[in-house]
């Protein structure tokens, strides 16, 4: 095999010939032209707009601020999302017609079956509780991890070395965390020594490696902490710096009035931080809802592991069941409607009190 | 928030003690440090050990573990050369992962500044003037950021392919597609950082005549720097580490590192041993981002998600 020390063959270089050059740099090239362009338009539009006169100047400028996003989002994700809805009410049936032999597609209405479907259908219902499982747990484990860590550090020595050790799997892909938790904390050997750090330290302690990825129905929980891990960095710092907005007198006098460490910390800093453990916990559900790159990278969803969005992928883009595809996504979408619904009304009470 | 602690006139008389004396109950807490100790410890060996696991030598992989290979003094660089230039997967003659490497700098960079200047305009406009339909469509733009993207994946994917315009599978589509994504917390973030602009600036500025277009060039882009350096990094770690945009819309000629890393890493096969390597090398330059512009990362942390 190429690329051993010892046994190095002198392969061509199959990738790395001219021709790969000749695209990369035309590529790179691309970017380069396409950002360009990009300025230059919105430049020349922006300046364009100035050389109206008068009382219209105002009304085109608005127009040509605010048309980029709309239509973004108009084309982009709104009408989308619509079709998504109405897709997932139908089914697509292929088949050759009588006369030319060509496939034709035509998309039948049938109501809730793609949902009743997934509601009993045991694989997809077993996706369904999976997904419930990932939103409770991921954001309890990283808030109350985070949470801990904040007060233990806070106003220790090296406070922010110390966060940054925390907060580094922020920086870090999904695929990549999921790289090394399942090759390097995870992996399990079936004979022989264990390489992954976990079932190696389970040996010293007397104890038989265990398959993480596949040790149903704890391996869920074991992807699980793999999100968590990547989370609690966030929630270490939004909880970090309401803690610091806590005024100090508050629990100098409780301290004075004998309040220990712990009694402190139920009575004065958890309430005091309520609304940012709420911001914390939403914002890390939404993410841990549209979570699917660690399920595809380390158990593409095997064993009793899938989520929705792991699944709706495979539904639409690899087995051509579009509608059921859609319905899951909807279904995630149902998920969070609680939560957009929270969302708007502390948005615009911020903006009554402004 | 502003609750006045209650007066105690006379033993409020030294401040900087009772600081003093808090620090150090922090640290003196033996169980605090510890569980400190532990959790900082969780969050980073098993980076480092994805690290020491990229220099055990492909047919130590199996049988030996890093800490082994270390103490016999086995490691070698050589994987790391091995999946940028020689060929990352199964069979010797899979591509390398130099042309993933740069795929991923061609899908980042103009997806970074893209949405900035869309966000940068609407956000001025939102926050600064007043037109019928502003704050609706301002919450109805906030509000789609919970929207999982999932729920447009489909349709915008029949827009943008073949059926539509024909760019998916090309870098524009990948362009497009992060761009539309990007728009809602683009707008929000920027938004509530123009929105703090003293009035006073932007007031005298019209009184002085000045246009939108030049407020927007000469005052609120001038301005926002810090907050436009916040979304560029979020953006920038968003675009480089995902996976789920650039499978749907991108192509053979456009996956990023995370697309092929992660096809190689459930596969358990003989050649696992090239999968860490390869992960670490996807994760150096979002961690030299990080790490030396992490302060404008906090900064829009808080920005985006401390909300009154």
Redesign the interface.
């Known amino acids: ?5 010892g046994g190095r063959l002198p ?1 061509p ?4 010939d001219a021709e ?1 050059w000749s ?2 740099g035309s ?2 090239t ?2 380069a032209v ?2 360009i362009a ?2 230059a338009v ?1 430049a020349l539009v ?2 364009g ?2 050389l109206v006169r008068g009382k219209a ?2 009304k085109v ?2 127009v ?3 048309t ?3 239509v ?2 108009g ?7 619509l ?3 109405w ?1 997932s009410f139908t089914e697509i049936v292929k088949e050759p017609d009588p006369v030319t032999g060509i496939n034709t597609e035509s998309v039948n209405f049938v109501g809730l079956a793609n949902y009743t479907y997934a509601f009993t259908d045991p694989t997809m219902l077993r996706t369904i509780l999976n997904t419930l499982v990932w939103i409770v747990m991921v954001p309890l484990l990283s808030t109350a ?1 985070g949470l ?2 904040a ?7 090296g406070e922010k070395a ?1 966060k ?13 965390a ?8 995870y992996d399990f ?1 079936e004979t ?4 992954g ?1 976990l079932n ?1 330290f389970l040996g010293t302690l007397g104890i038989d490696p265990i398959n993480f990825l596949a040790a149903e129905p704890w391996n869920t929980l074991f992807l699980i902490v793999i999100l968590a ?1 990547i989370q ?3 929630a270490m ?2 909880i970090s ?2 803690i610091k ?9 409780a ?2 009035d004998g309040a220990n ?1 712990w009694e402190r910390f139920w009575h004065i800093t958890i309430p ?1 931080i309520r ?2 453990l709420v ?2 916990m939403t ?1 890390i559900t ?1 993410a841990t ?2 979570v ?2 660690i399920v ?5 969803g095997r064993y009793n592991t899938d989520v929705v ?1 792991n699944k ?2 495979v539904l ?2 690899v087995e051509q069941r ?1 509608p059921l ?2 319905a ?3 279904i ?2 149902v998920f ?1 409607i609680p ?2 619904v929270y ?2 009304r ?6 009554e ?1 402004r | ?6 007066a ?1 006139p006379d ?2 008389a030294s ?1 900087k003690k ?2 003093a004396q ?2 150090k ?3 003196t ?1 033996p169980w ?2 510890g ?2 100790i532990i ?2 410890a ?6 480092i ?2 690290f020491m ?1 990229s220099l055990v ?3 130590q ?6 800490w ?1 290979v270390t103490f016999n003094g086995d490691l ?1 660089f ?2 790391f ?2 999946v940028l ?3 990352f997967g199964d069979s ?2 899979a ?2 992962l ?2 993933n490497l ?2 991923s ?2 899908v980042t ?2 997806t970074v ?2 949405p900035l ?3 940068l ?2 956000a ?3 926050a600064w ?1 007043p ?1 019928r339909g502003s ?1 609706f ?1 301002f ?1 109805f ?4 950021q ?12 029949k ?1 943008l392919g073949p059926e539509g315009i024909g760019i998916a599978g090309q ?2 589509g990948v ?3 992060h ?3 990007a ?2 917390l683009a ?1 929000f973030l920027l938004h509530n950082f123009i929105a703090q602009i003293p009035s006073d600036i932007i007031e005298a500025a019209r009184v002085d005549g000045a ?4 407020i ?2 000469r005052v609120i882009i001038p301005l926002s720097l810090p907050a436009i350096a916040s979304l560029a990094i979020f953006q920038f ?1 968003w675009v ?5 945009v650039s ?2 819309f991108g192509g053979i ?1 456009t996956y990023p590192l ?1 697309y092929p ?2 096809n190689l ?2 596969d358990y096969g ?1 050649t ?1 041993y090239l ?2 390597p ?2 670490f090398i ?2 150096v330059i ?2 030299i ?3 030396s512009l ?1 302060r404008y ?2 900064r829009g ?2 920005a985006g ?4």
């Open positions: 095999m190429a690329g051993f020390h392969l270089q199959s990738g790395l790969f695209t990369q590529n790179l691309l970017a396409a950002i990009f300025i919105v922006m300046f707009a100035d100047r105002d400028q608005l040509v601020l605010i980029p996003v709309l973004l989002l084309v982009g994700l709104v009408y989308p999302a079709d998504t809805v897709l991890v801990a860590y007060v233990f550090i806070d106003r220790a020595k110390l940054s050790l925390v907060f580094m799997p922020m920086a870090i892909s999904f695929v990549g999921s790289v090394i938790w399942g090759s390097i904390m050997n022989g020594e264990q390489t750090m190696a891990w609690t960095g966030f710092v939004i710096a309401a907005g806590v005024p100090p007198e508050i629990n100098e006098a301290s004075l460490a005091s609304g940012t911001v914390v914002t939404i809802l549209k699917y790159d595809r990278t380390l158990t593409q969005a709706m992928y639409g883009f579009e595809g859609a899951l996504a909807v995630l979408f969070v939560i957009v969302n708007v502390s948005l615009q009470k911020v903006k009190t | 928030m502003t609750t006045p602690a209650p105690i033993e409020t401040p009772t600081k808090k620090a109950e922090n640290l807490s605090a440090t569980a400190a959790i900082a969780l969050w980073t060996i098993p980076t050990g994805l696991t030598p492909g047919e992989y199996r049988t030996e573990s890093w082994n070698t050589e994987n050369g091995q230039f020689d060929s010797s003659n591509p390398p130099l042309g740069i795929n700098i061609v960079v103009p500044v893209f200047v869309i966000g305009m609407a001025y406009a939102f003037i037109f704050n469509l919450v733009i906030f509000a789609l919970v929207v999982p993207l999932q729920l447009a994946l489909i349709p915008l994917l827009l870098f524009p362009w497009v597609a761009t539309i994504f728009m809602p707008v246009s939108h277009t030049q927007f060039f770690l480089w580490n995902d996976l789920l499978a749907v000629k995370t890393i992660s890493a459930g003989a696992a999968v860490p390869a992960a996807s994760m979002p961690l981002v990080f790490f992490q990362f906090v942390l808080l998600s401390t909300k009154g």
